[in-house]
């Protein structure tokens, strides 16, 4: 059974940072790719960041320069640095498992089941 599980949420003031963690279990995580998306009352899940396979990453527009995306294999583990929060970073963020990293949420096959990140400013 494939398990993602987000933890690393949070209520920060706005120019703080957090750390996400997504931990996988029931997959080949080493040969997945991972992505990161958030979603916000009222607004559609969206892409944040994603890394491939092979350490490969991309950023959405709105986080470049202010969230790193990495991964650890050995511990089946992916992570979302985020730094310089602001109030729009105020979302439920999930992480997603994906045969081949992608910004639609459609790409992905796993799902966790999400983490709270508050920003108050």
């Known amino acids: 059974q494939v398990q993602l599980v987000e933890s690393g949420g949070g209520v920060v003031q706005a120019g703080a940072s957090l750390r996400l963690s997504c931990a996988a279990s029931g997959l080949s995580f080493s040969s997945r790719g991972m992505g990161w998306f958030r979603q916000a009352p009222g607004k559609d899940r969206e892409f944040v960041a994603a890394?491939?396979?092979?350490?490969?990453?991309e950023y959405a527009d709105l986080v470049k320069g202010r969230f790193s995306i990495s991964r650890d294999n050995a511990k089946d583990t992916v992570y979302l640095q985020m730094n310089s929060l602001n109030d729009e970073d105020t979302a439920v963020y999930y992480c997603?498992?994906?045969?081949?990293?992608?910004?639609?949420?459609?790409?992905?096959?796993?799902w966790g089941q999400g983490t709270q990140v508050t920003v108050s400013s």
């Open positions: 997603g498992a994906a045969v081949v990293v992608s910004r639609r949420p459609s790409s992905y096959t796993y």
């Open positions: 890394i491939s396979w092979n350490f490969g990453t």
